[in-house]
């Protein structure tokens, strides 16, 4: 889900594995497309909470934390119930994201340089939504005299929300890391590797 430019896809295709993607940008796809292998790969078009590939499938992904693009609570979970609707008996849902952090805003808002040089430097700017569980940011690029702005606009969920939400789908959680090295989670981690079943499967 979210293939992109396919950095984790084309690795696993590279082994062997059939993979396949959904995508709600075309210009992304194109660039999938392009590299060697890319076209090999069927990408369905639109948003990964509503269509998917035909299945049923050993595994389902999200990662760098791409399932927060889905902007509503809502979205999230109908991406739950898609992701299930497609497992086979024992495949498997990853999902790789970020643990919320709300100590870096203060007022709800966030300003922090995120390199600097004499003559150029990035800035990072953000704005928090306790209430919706968003964060809109603008990547701001400052290079001789230009400026280049990337905006990201994230709905960010905590590990036991994302849990719940594979409950409402008929899943489970199998198992929880911070890295995908299968550190083990606590409260200390920055980031989840989250696992989930289905939950009729043997796993």
């Not at 590279?14 to 194109?30: H, K, L, Q, R």
């Not at 292998?37 to 639109?46: E, F, H, K, L, S």
């Amino acid at each position: 889900m979210g293939i992109g430019t396919g950095r984790f896809a084309l690795s696993l295709a590279a082994t062997g594995v059939a993979v396949e993607g959904i995508d709600a940008s075309e210009s992304m796809v194109a660039k999938l497309w392009e590299k060697p292998g890319g076209a090999d790969i069927p990408v369905t078009m639109g948003d990964f909470a509503d269509v998917g590939r035909p299945g049923p499938f050993d595994l389902v992904f999200v990662v760098f934390n791409t399932f927060y693009v889905l902007l509503e609570q809502a979205a999230q979970v109908r991406c739950f119930g898609n992701v299930a609707k497609r497992l086979k008996p024992d495949g498997a849902f990853v999902i790789e994201a970020f643990v919320p952090d709300l100590t870096r805003f203060q007022r709800n808002q966030s300003i922090s340089v995120v390199w600097l040089d004499v003559d150029r430097a990035s800035l990072d700017l953000s704005r928090h939504d306790p209430v919706a569980q968003q964060v809109t940011s603008q990547v701001v690029y400052l290079s001789d005299g230009s400026i280049d702005m990337r905006p990201i606009k994230l709905r960010y969920a905590w590990p036991s929300e994302l849990d719940l939400m594979a409950q409402l789908a008929g899943m489970r959680l199998h198992a929880r890391w911070s890295n995908w090295s299968r550190s083990p989670f606590d409260a200390s981690s920055a980031n989840h590797v989250s696992v989930y079943v289905r939950n009729d499967s043997t796993a």
